[in-house]
């Protein structure tokens, strides 16, 4: 019985400079600015427990070309307990930090094992025994756009074939088209494994063969918002397990919240209370975009000034909590009130929209893809006619706040 274990991390973009939180207070702003380090920590720690037989990083170790001295440091450190503990890493670097950058060279422990800029073959032996062929490249320069995976070419004599590339899967275009290539191509090499990077969003291309982007470890803006970490894999011989790892000290949020029952401002600072508390994540701390939905203050003050009250009382509450929810940015929206007769004065147009809504009678073809999906439809039970309004009216009026917002 073939046994293998290895961690796949990606994007720990070290010393990343944390735009725009400056303003924070001291202690929370330190904190923020050393959370990719204590990400990386909980990598190397994890590693250390599990007794992995190997680490791999998929590129973008650290955020700039220059690499910080204390960045390349604090990393050496956690390579050094890892040479502790006989465990090998291996290392593509990304178009964050290319080998063409310009940094002070700080050598790394012999348990390091970086790929060059051509595509490569490197052989690892297991303590057990079990032979393991790795693939990869590092960005020579910041842009690389050629199909790198026209040369990955799998070479007899492994148990097991792992490919490592920073790049983007072709039809993703909310990055750049890094060293493209499509799941049809990594399946074709008959790899193993294929460990990916350079994507901050945490996805599993294909579970046979395993094609994961384990996302970043550390968010850094409310654009990475959400869980962060790494993958734990193991193979049993041909049988893989993934078990993602969460990483981050800091996690980013969206929360929406109805505040229509809110009449007074204790009664919208209370339920801001109640939503934070809810939240709270033990020993981490958390940033929030707090949206307050149909706020409808019987108060004579403006909307602008009851936010900068309420932010400000919600945030010294949180100064000295090790476990903070931290709001930084509040949205008040007010509770929209519909006057069909006065919207269709105001344009054709909503004459005909809501002509259009009273007389759908097609609900049930509009939700056929759930009603035919093998899981949604285990589910769901046909719609009857008060549910069938209830859904058109909804639909009625998010149309007419996404036309009021545009």
Same mark, same amino acid.
Request: glycine share 6%; proline share 3%; hydrophobic share 35%.
């Given at each position: 019985?073939?046994?293998?274990?290895?961690?796949?991390?990606?994007?720990?973009?070290?010393?990343?400079?944390?735009?725009?939180?400056?303003?924070?207070?001291?202690?929370?702003?330190?904190? +923020?600015?050393?959370?990719?380090?204590?990400?990386?920590?909980?990598?190397?720690?994890?590693?250390?427990?599990?007794? !992995? $037989?190997?680490?791999?990083?998929?590129?973008?170790?650290?955020?700039?070309?220059?690499?910080?001295? @204390?960045?390349?440091?604090?990393?050496?450190?956690?390579?050094?307990?890892?040479?502790?503990?006989?465990?090998?890493?291996?290392? &593509?670097?990304?178009?964050?930090?290319?080998?063409?950058?310009?940094?002070?060279?700080?050598?790394?422990?012999?348990?390091?094992?970086?790929?060059? %800029?051509? +595509?490569?073959?490197?052989?690892?032996?297991?303590?057990?025994?079990?032979?393991?062929?790795?693939?990869?490249?590092?960005?020579?320069? @910041?842009?690389?756009?050629?199909?790198?995976? $026209?040369?990955?070419?799998?070479?007899?004599?492994?148990?097991?074939?792992?490919?490592?590339?920073?790049?983007?899967?072709?039809?993703?275009?909310?990055?750049?088209?890094?060293?493209?290539?499509? +799941?049809?191509?990594? $399946?074709?090499?008959?790899?193993?494994?294929?460990? *990916?990077?350079?994507?901050?969003?945490?996805?599993?291309?294909?579970?046979?063969?395993? /094609?994961?982007?384990?996302?970043?470890?550390?968010?850094?803006?409310?654009?990475?918002?959400?869980?962060?970490?790494?993958?734990? +894999?193991?193979? /049993?011989?041909?049988?893989?397990?993934?078990?993602?790892?969460?990483?981050?000290?800091?996690?980013?949020?969206? !929360?929406? !919240?109805?505040?229509?029952?809110?009449? %007074?401002?204790?009664?919208?600072?209370?339920?801001?209370?109640?939503?934070?508390?809810? /939240?709270?994540?033990?020993?981490?701390?958390?940033?929030?975009?707090?949206?307050?939905?149909?706020?409808?203050?019987?108060?004579?003050?403006?909307?602008?000034?009851?936010?900068?009250?309420?932010?400000? #009382?919600?945030?010294?509450?949180?100064?000295?909590?090790?476990?903070? !929810?931290?709001?930084?940015?509040?949205?008040?929206?007010?509770?929209?009130?519909?006057?069909?007769?006065? #919207?269709?004065?105001?344009?054709?147009?909503?004459?005909?929209?809501?002509?259009? /809504?009273?007389?759908?009678?097609? &609900?049930?073809?509009?939700?056929?893809? #759930?009603?035919?999906?093998?899981?949604?439809?285990?589910? *769901?039970?046909?719609? %009857?006619?008060?549910?069938?309004?209830?859904?058109?009216?909804?639909?009625?009026?998010?149309?007419?706040? #996404?036309?009021?917002?545009?």
């Amino acid at each position: 019985m073939k046994k293998i274990s290895f961690i796949h991390a990606a994007d720990l973009h070290l010393d990343s400079p944390m735009v725009g939180l400056k303003h924070l207070p001291a202690n929370i702003y330190n904190r +923020v600015k050393e959370s990719t380090f204590t990400s990386l920590k909980k990598l190397s720690e994890t590693a250390i427990e599990r007794k !992995v $037989d190997f680490v791999i990083i998929a590129g973008d170790l650290f955020d700039g070309e220059d690499r910080s001295l @204390r960045a390349q440091s604090l990393f050496r450190k956690e390579m050094l307990k890892l040479n502790e503990n006989k465990i090998p890493v291996y290392i &593509v670097h990304g178009n964050h930090d290319h080998l063409n950058g310009s940094w002070v060279h700080l050598d790394m422990p012999e348990n390091v094992h970086v790929f060059s %800029s051509k +595509v490569e073959t490197k052989k690892l032996q297991t303590k057990s025994g079990e032979v393991i062929h790795l693939y990869g490249f590092s960005y020579g320069t @910041r842009h690389v756009f050629e199909r790198k995976i $026209d040369e990955y070419q799998k070479v007899d004599g492994a148990d097991y074939h792992i490919g490592i590339l920073h790049g983007n899967e072709s039809s993703g275009t909310e990055h750049d088209n890094y060293a493209p290539f499509t +799941v049809k191509e990594l $399946d074709e090499k008959n790899f193993d494994y294929w460990a *990916l990077g350079h994507i901050h969003k945490r996805a599993e291309l294909s579970l046979n063969p395993p /094609i994961i982007y384990p996302g970043n470890i550390q968010g850094r803006n409310k654009k990475e918002s959400g869980s962060k970490g790494f993958y734990h +894999v193991s193979f /049993i011989d041909s049988d893989a397990k993934i078990d993602y790892v969460e990483a981050s000290d800091i996690i980013w949020e969206d !929360v929406t !919240v109805n505040a229509a029952k809110a009449v %007074s401002f204790d009664d919208l600072y209370h339920l801001c209370l109640k939503v934070i508390n809810r /939240i709270r994540k033990e020993c981490k701390g958390t940033f929030i975009t707090l949206i307050l939905k149909d706020t409808q203050l019987a108060d004579v003050r403006g909307q602008s000034s009851i936010k900068s009250d309420l932010l400000e #009382l919600l945030l010294e509450d949180e100064k000295d909590e090790e476990s903070f !929810v931290w709001v930084s940015d509040l949205k008040l929206t007010e509770k929209l009130t519909i006057d069909k007769e006065k #919207l269709i004065t105001e344009a054709n147009f909503y004459g005909e929209l809501f002509e259009t /809504i009273n007389h759908y009678v097609q &609900v049930e073809k509009a939700l056929m893809p #759930l009603f035919e999906h093998p899981i949604g439809r285990k589910y *769901l039970h046909p719609l %009857s006619v008060t549910e069938k309004d209830e859904l058109l009216e909804k639909a009625e009026k998010l149309l007419i706040e #996404l036309l009021y917002q545009a």
